[in-house]
Structure formats: C-alpha cells, structure tokens
C-alpha cells in the first residue's frame, strides 16, 4: 500500500519526513495541504487530519502519524534503512532529532517565515535578530561537530541528518549562508550526492505564489 504524506513543498519539517521516506526506498506519495491557503487551521483540516494542526501527517493504511522525528523513525522501522544498528547509536540519532527539533528547525522555519512568507510591513525586525542570534548558535554547535565526520551519527546517513538538514536547502533567505559554515557546507554536498536525494521543491508540491 502507498504511503500518504500530507505536506507542501515550503515546509523543511514536512521535507524531513518525505526525504526519509524517499531515501528509505518505501512507496509514498505526496498529499498536497494547503499551508498558505488556511487549510491546516480550519475546523475541518484539523477534525479529519491532525488536532495539533501541523504538517507532516502520514497515513499508512490505518496508521496515522504525526512529528517527524517519529515519521522518520516509522521509516527506520518499515525499511531496516537510515537507522542506528545498535541502541547507543539510536540514542544518539534521536539526540540529534530532538536537538533540532528544538533548537535549528523551529528557529529556521520560523524566521524563514517572518523574512519571506509574511508582507514585508508585518515582519517584526526583534524577533528576527533575536532568532537569527539563536540559529548563529546552533550553526555553530552544528558545524562543531562536523569536523572529522561525514554523518552527524556513525558512519554513514541517518535520520540524525536528515532531521538537521531540514531547512538548509532552501533558497530564501533567513539567516543561514553556507560559505560561513565549511562543515555545514560539506556535510551538505555529501548528502546531496546520495542516490535519490532530491530537493525539497522537487519533491513535495509548492504553494501558488
Ligand atoms: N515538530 C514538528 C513541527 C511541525 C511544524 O511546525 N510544521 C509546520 C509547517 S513547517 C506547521 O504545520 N505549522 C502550523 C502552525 O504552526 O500553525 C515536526 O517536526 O513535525
């Protein structure tokens, strides 16, 4: 059975889920939400799909799940690929999602949406610097720990990179600039050059402009 993948191109947390399922080798597909068009805030959207009102959502037959973290963690399960092949390495991949889950997405996806998707009179300069700040500490912490390592987890991809390379893709502007980063910048290529990675653009639908 196809899996469903409730998503939108612009968003790295949905991007998360449809890249470990996309490099896991499991059959999904994507199921477009409305993001920018209120959809994830109505009454019925929230009845039929997920309370919590967020994105990613995937269905599996009867099974319904929401996070990414947990998403990607399904996928570990289903396919046996992307995973730790034992417990302390496990911890540690979910060390690294909860991290930044915390600390990198929220904050990106966050001043990513302030700085290009909000009408340039509402975007509130502050809470833009204030986050910026935030996400320069985390890049750094980030790029730290990439020094002398291909995978943020062991020796080879897990769902530990690509819960962190969530927003690192995307074109808009918010802060982030690879060339200050040569770990970040690095690790980036390598992931990009795996067989069957795809950009989040090309591999889940965009809103109308
Ligand atoms: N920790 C969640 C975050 C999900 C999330 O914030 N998704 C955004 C889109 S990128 C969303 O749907 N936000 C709706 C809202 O905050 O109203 C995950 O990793 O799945």
Redo the contacts with the bound molecule.
Sequence with gaps: MTIDLHC?G?????Y??ALALELSGLDWRPVF?D?FGGE??SAAWRAAVNP?????VMVDGDLRL??????QDYAVEKSGRLGGADPAERREIWRWVLWD?HKL??QA?MTR?LMNFLPEDKRPQPVIDFAQARLRAAYAVLNAHLQGRDWLVGRSVTVADL?CC?YLYYPEPFGFDRAEWPEIDRWLTTLQSLDGWKHPYDLMPRSAA
Excluded at 10 to 14: Q, R
Excluded at 66 to 71: A, K
Aim: glycine residues 16%; neutral net charge; proline residues 3%.
């Design positions: 939108f612009e968003s790295g947390n949905a998360k889920a939400v993001f994830t805030r919590m009102g967020e994105v990613p929401t996070q990414s973290g947990v998403i889950n997405s929220s996806g949406f819960s969530g």
